[in-house]
């Protein structure tokens, strides 16, 4: 374990020394903010029109900070994160390689799986930075207004296991090549398609219809942006993780071989 979270510490400082960290993050709370101001501003928008006209009051108790403001943040920052995880993983084994510690890092005293696991959690660690400074938002709405804060809690539980399957994803791609372009845009393709897989899902028969569903990473998180955290999800976002972190394990560890 100790080489685990020395690997871990390693990379999360390779991260703050590269400027693609500080261009990836601070990207990702501009377009967090931008999100936030509008869907915020278009909420009062709705609230002073409801309650401009006569009967309008009912119509605004049905407003919620919740259904208006934070599910279609956490949507769009998904999105977001969907572009941005993969810049964030491609060094991760791909600039080993290409700086040729990649072979002295294979050949020292370490597991493979203490390898990955150490590159895994460093890049949680900038992750769980970058997700958590968008906090703030709730914060805000918490201050001036009255969102439900257990829906709040588990639409960012969803954006954080979401995140961190990203991350899974995004280090098995760089584990397959030296390029760290390639690594990327393999990690965006690979992303991408897991969260639209889901779209077909309506004409593709009740049977194929329902696995597409559950393989949808979409599909889950929308269930915990709506406050609906169940055993269904959790034990798919685990099983996404552990499989990944296992086929990148695989990656690395056939190279020892090659």
Known sequence: MRNTLTIAGRELR????????????TGFLLLGGWFFFNLLAR??????MYSSFQGGREAMQRL????????????????VLVILVPMITMRSFAEEKRAGTYELLLTSPVATWEIVLGKFFGAV??????????????????????????????????LFLLSVTFVTIGLFASSLTENQIIAAVAGLVMLLLLYVIAWPADTAGETMGGILRYVSVTEHFGDMVKGVVDTKSLVYFASMIIGWIFLTERSVESIRWR
Do not use: D, K, R
């Open 14 to 25: 390779s991260y703050f020394v590269s400027p693609i960290a500080y261009v990836v993050m």
């Open 64 to 79: 919620n900070l919740n259904e208006f403001v934070i599910a279609p943040l956490l949507h769009n920052l998904s999105v």
């Open 43 to 48: 909420f009062n928008y709705l609230v002073s």
């Open 125 to 158: 660690a900038f992750i769980f930075v970058m997700v958590g400074l968008t906090g703030v938002y709730g914060l805000i709405l918490s201050a001036y207004g009255n969102p439900e804060f257990g829906i709040m809690a588990a639409g960012y539980l969803g």
